[in-house]
């Protein structure tokens, strides 16, 4: 790509979510109504999710979703187990749902396929409706977010996210917050707007190695990925953690050469223990990004139910890497030694 952002197909990728988003609750909302019903029927008490990469940060919003909305615990699965050691989970009394992009790893798609046959419930939330995820899985819901043509994934993460929150919302029968759903991709679009202070914070990343990134509660998740796009993208070696564990122990690496960035829905309950936070790293000399925190400099977030906020706040986190990378002189477009489908077995 050239230097301008429009040139690259991530940029452009990242500025369609709006729209992918509206598209999938438009046309799988109805549907997912309706396949909650024997979900619920079948008094499922657990969920399980295979994942790798981008997808299992969608799945760890699962397990705050699924957790705060419907009362039940969600593990990850490790499919390794299943490829590797020939012991798929049992998973009797739980629902198994595979995540993914491409639909095309044979360690995720075995691990569904054996739920399956086991006569366990089992879903594809995946991109690619005729995939083997897709044909492995007893229920499918698609994503509709298109091609995704830029290696990191950025579109399709997000309607993972609408997907794990329709289905979680609609089998705890909350219409309200079902209503506060269908408002985010205007929530997102206004977080697009904010790629100029975004791209002032980048320049603060050019020439550090490594960073942590900080959220916890339901945008745990949201640090991880924007960690995952900050090594893929800049190539910094960026950690994340829950802000709680943080300060059991690694906050011993707090300095001047450490950037934190931290993320918060606007007025969530984590929000005070990130402002505590953020003066001790400040102290400390760590230069602070803030996302979505009431303080100077911060990158702002769009007010939106704290639930559904990691939608939101992926968007300035994915542009935060991607303009990274063109400070560092690199090309998003092209992240070294990474290709679009990485099939694990």
């Known amino acids: 790509m050239s230097g301008r952002p429009s040139d690259s197909l991530l940029h452009r990728e990242i500025a369609e979510q709006p729209e992918v988003v509206a598209r999938f609750l438009a046309r799988e909302e109805t549907r997912v109504a309706r396949m909650a019903v024997p979900f619920r029927r079948a008094g499922i008490r657990f969920v399980l999710v295979a994942a790798r990469g981008t997808s299992d940060n969608a799945a760890r919003y699962a397990q705050y979703l699924f957790g705060a909305l419907d009362g039940l615990p969600v593990a990850l699965a490790a499919p390794s187990l299943t490829t590797l050691y020939g012991r798929p989970p049992d998973a009797r009394g739980g629902l198994v749902v595979g995540i993914s992009q491409s639909g095309r790893s044979p360690d995720i798609v075995e691990t569904v396929a054996a739920a399956r046959r086991a006569g366990v419930p089992t879903l594809a939330i995946v991109n690619d409706a005729e995939s083997p995820l897709a044909r492995a899985a007893g229920e499918v819901l698609a994503l509709h977010a298109g091609e995704e043509r830029s290696v990191a994934a950025t579109k399709t993460y997000t309607a993972q996210l609408a997907a794990v929150a329709l289905l979680a919302i609609s089998l705890a029968g909350r219409r309200p917050l079902l209503r506060k759903l269908a408002g985010i991709p205007v929530a997102m679009a206004k977080a697009l707007a904010a790629e100029a202070a975004v791209r002032r914070m980048a320049r603060r990343l050019a020439g550090v190695s490594r960073a942590v990134v900080l959220a916890r509660g339901v945008n745990y998740p949201t640090a991880c990925e924007i ?108 992240p070294r030694g990474l290709r679009k489908v990485t099939e694990t077995r």
């Open 227 to 334: 960690a995952l796009k900050l090594k893929e993208l800049a190539r910094i070696l960026a950690e994340p953690y829950s802000s709680a564990d943080f300060q059991h122990g690694p906050i011993a690496l707090a300095e001047p050469g450490l950037p934190a960035v931290l993320v918060s829905a606007p007025g969530g309950r984590p929000e005070k223990e990130l402002l505590l936070l953020a003066g001790r790293l400040r102290g400390r000399g760590s230069p602070l990004l803030p996302i979505g925190l009431p303080v100077r400099g911060a990158v702002p977030l769009p007010r939106v139910p704290e639930l559904l906020s990691p939608l939101v706040a992926a968007v300035p986190g994915q542009l935060l890497a991607f303009h990274a990378a063109l400070a560092r002189g690199l090309d998003p477009d092209r």
